[in-house]
């Protein structure tokens, strides 16, 4: 398991466009995972941060980010290794007493094109 995310090429990275529909009354606790904890178990497990967004003009408010990997089965390996990890199963945990905190997701996978501006990653 990396102890940080790894450096990648931002052409040549894998890319994870995910946007999660806070479920009623639940934005402002899905932000407060997010920055208490997600971010830091997701570079634990070698995902790479890009960027995140709100739109909380939506019902209830959406979260939309983005992840870097070097590929998809690196993806799907981070994402396994962070799923089964116990400090974010407590924190799942916690942050869900009152309920689930997303009412869906959504996750779109994406690769650069050679025209995009250049994009720093993991800076």
């Known amino acids: 398991m990396p102890a940080s995310a790894p450096a990648l090429a931002p052409k040549n990275a894998f890319y994870e466009l ?11 606790a899905l932000n407060a995972r997010f920055r208490n904890h997600t971010l830091a178990l997701f570079t ?23 992840l870097a990997y070097k590929d998809l089965a690196a993806r799907d390996a ?26 869906k997701v959504e996750s779109v996978y994406l690769t650069m094109t050679d025209y995009s501006p250049a994009l720093r990653l993991g800076q």
């Open 18 to 28: 995910r946007t999660y529909y806070a479920a009623p009354g639940k934005f402002d």
């Open 78 to 103: 981070a994402w396994a290794a962070f799923r089964a990890d116990p400090e974010w199963q407590a924190a799942a945990a916690a942050s869900e007493v009152g309920g689930k905190l997303t009412a």
């Open 44 to 66: 634990k497990h070698g995902m790479i941060n890009v960027a995140y967004w709100s739109q909380p003009d939506v019902t209830d408010g959406k979260l939309i980010y983005v």
